[in-house]
């Protein structure tokens, strides 16, 4: 107690320091709510408006995308980022009828699996990472305010080898998905709540 009356210095110090303290708790709290918010708020969207996505937009998505974990680290995967509405028409037409908004979208991302960079005593593992770096375009691009829909490609081998032909894609780079991208013509119908108590189950089955 002596010390804090000999020296306030200390004192005051010592303020300012839990002050920075709960003032870096708060500003956690709230990133935490952010990511949540993403998450929670993610939904497919399908219709667009004509604004077009900034290389900068795209560069974030694609840093989330390489932001997912990938097994043992590999990394195995490779993105085709598309704009051009004659290349949109044309992969939406390689992937049938559930690919058509993106005939409409303002960019597609199609994720390859990269099989020469595969983990070499599971390399199956490569289905998984394309699929973890697909969610985490979607749900930045939910944080970012754009709309996406995942457009399943891989296994429906028809939708591979139209995919695979028309990037003229050598053959270790297989095409997993395709993210449809734009800004959002209305708003997606608020999601019910999701939680399902019934398919939890602790400590055992
Ligand atoms: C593997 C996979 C494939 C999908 N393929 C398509 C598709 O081809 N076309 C489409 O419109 N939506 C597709 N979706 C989106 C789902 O239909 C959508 O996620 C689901 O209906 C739940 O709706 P929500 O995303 O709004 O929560 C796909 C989703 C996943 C995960």
Not at 37 to 54: E, F, G, H, V
Not at 57 to 78: F, G, H, V, Y
Not at 79 to 98: H, S
């Amino acid at each position: 107690m002596w010390i804090f009356m000999i020296n306030p210095i200390l004192l005051y110090s010592i303020f300012l320091f839990s002050m920075l303290y709960y003032q870096a708790k708060g500003v956690d709290n709230n990133m935490n709510q952010q990511a949540m918010d993403a998450i929670l708020n993610r939904r497919s969207i399908r219709q667009y408006t004509s604004q077009p996505l900034s290389t900068g937009e795209i560069k974030q998505l694609l840093t989330a995308a390489m932001s997912a974990p990938s097994c043992m680290n590999c990394r195995d995967w490779s993105f085709i980022v598309v704009t051009d509405r004659d290349m949109l028409q044309r992969m939406a037409a390689g992937n049938g009828k559930p690919a058509d908004p993106l005939k409409q979208a303002a960019a597609g991302i199609l994720i390859c699996g990269d099989l020469l960079r595969t983990f070499s005593k599971a390399p199956e593992y490569w289905i998984i990472d394309c699929a973890i770096a697909a969610e985490n375009i979607c749900i930045a691009a939910q944080a970012m305010n754009i709309g996406s829909v995942w457009l399943g490609t891989w296994p429906q081998m028809e939708r591979v080898k139209n995919q695979s032909a028309l990037f003229d894609l050598p053959e270790h780079i297989v095409p997993h998905s395709i993210i449809a991208l734009g800004y959002p013509d209305g708003e997606p119908k608020p999601r019910p709540c999701i939680y399902e108590e019934n398919r939890v189950h602790f400590e055992t089955w």
